[in-house]
């Protein structure tokens, strides 16, 4: 015996299964899924991205070279002291940028640069890369050193352009080359087999020897703190990013219990 009220077309009707509610059901979670799929193509990383090709800039700590805090247009060098750039493609983080090759001595490399009143000695060790580090079609520079004599109120920037020009900036202030080099590109994603992979190239103008004012931050001006940017960029999607397609799709399941409530 069925009780009045409580029909099954009632009980289904009771439960949110009646055809018009489960229509809207299905609606809402087809609507809800593109907009996952689409939130995570739009933001994950290139899968097979392991580097960035750009220059890093380095200060030395006592023996050792340590990842510039600040950008060059900031930093400004004491008299004496040894600054570092290196080319290379390596991932955006202080562990594991590779670092300039070759001597750091200050009193070898100023050796034939006198002192003079009002001024102070920077020694610059200038690091172009390995072949395998170059953009496609272009020959690294062998690695140099040079002593650049600047006003006392100098930054690393000016000394930087004071003997290694032509610089070249990017519009956000990232150098993207020194001594002309490289050519083209500035900042760019590398895959694994050394071609570009992703990320525009910013290549900015001709600085000559004038050193724009790069922003404060990491040692190639782009950015603060420590230099790491956004960390080492392992190419896969990051938590923020799963995060946000859980987000999408929790709203989905919300859209069809509250078209369930309705029905």
Known sequence: MIRAGRTPAARAAAAGRTPAAGRLRRRAVA????????????TASPAEAVGYR????????????AYARQ?????????????????????????KAARPRG???????CADTPAEKGTKRI??????????????????????TACARVPEGATSAEA?????????????GLLCAIDGFPASGCGEAVA????????????????GGDAPGASSGNGNGNG???????????GGPSVGVLAGVGAVVLLGAAAAWQARRRS
């Open 31 to 42: 609507a809800a899924l593109p907009a996952a799929a689409a939130l995570l193509a739009a």
């Open 71 to 95: 950008g060059p247009s900031v930093s400004r060098p004491l008299d004496g002291s040894v600054e570092g750039w290196r080319f290379s493609v390596s991932e955006d983080s202080s562990e």
């Open 123 to 144: 020694a610059l060790v200038l690091d172009f890369g390995t072949a395998d580090d170059a953009p496609g079609g272009e020959t690294p520079p062998r690695p140099r």
């Open 103 to 109: 001597d750091r001595d200050f009193a070898e490399i």
């Open 160 to 172: 930087l352009a004071e003997v290694a020009a032509p610089l070249r900036y990017g519009s956000d």
């Open 192 to 207: 694994g087999d050394g071609r570009k992979d992703t990320g525009e190239d910013t290549d900015g103008a001709d600085a």
């Open 224 to 234: 603060g703190g420590d230099g790491n940017g956004d960390g080492g960029r392992d």
């Open 54 to 65: 750009y220059w890093s800039f380095w200060q030395t700590d006592g023996d050792a070279w």
